[in-house]
């Protein structure tokens, strides 16, 4: 009889398609990666499901290169934290049901499916455009004195707020809008002298970054 629970080798094997899954999306991932990851989710759902989610993600997120919504930092963080709470409460539920023999995987299915869920109503847009005259606070507003996004982050639901300003503060980058339904930050420079590239390579390589790429006016400028 085939036993359904997922060993450790398996486990290993989705867990590198998942981390490859941002590069296959944003079409950086080399020709061996990508054909590794195409023979995987032609048979397994869970991951099949997970690039779906992704690619979702990275058409929303270039979809409107003017639409953000300027939130405060502190805000920025408070969400974060109550995302959190409730994906952590949402993972504890999913390893009761499953039992003891998928736990692990349950664990990690729900803590990184977390970061791109995109139900509840559809798709919502990444903001508000700068041109719409709504009360919506926007990057172009008056009181607006952040710098304009230079890179976009997704960061693992387990990452608590702490980490995060703490790994910013690290590369002089700082929160100017977000995170918006999909959990996608919108980041500014501190200073001058920033390298975008290599300021994504550092976020790229830190724990707990799940998506990371420049902005579009960031890419198009170097």
Known sequence: MKNNSIDDGSQRVHLRVWDLLPWIVNGTASDSARRDVEAHVSDCEHCRAELTRQQRVHAAMN???DA???L?????????LESVDAHEQQAARYTRAGGTGRSRWAWVAC????MVLLEAGGLVGLGTSHRNTSSYHTL??????LPQAEIRLVVDPSMTAGKLQAL?????LQIVAGPNEDGVYSLGVIGPGHDIEKDTAALRAAPGVRFVEP???????Q
């Open 63 to 65: 979809a409107d290169a």
């Open 68 to 70: 953000q919504v300027a």
């Open 72 to 80: 405060p930092v502190e805000r920025g963080l408070e969400r974060l």
């Open 111 to 114: 803590g990184l499916a977390a």
């Open 140 to 145: 172009s507003s008056p009181d607006a004195g």
């Open 168 to 172: 910013l503060v690290a590369l002089h």
């Open 215 to 221: 902005a579009d006016g960031s890419r198009n400028a």
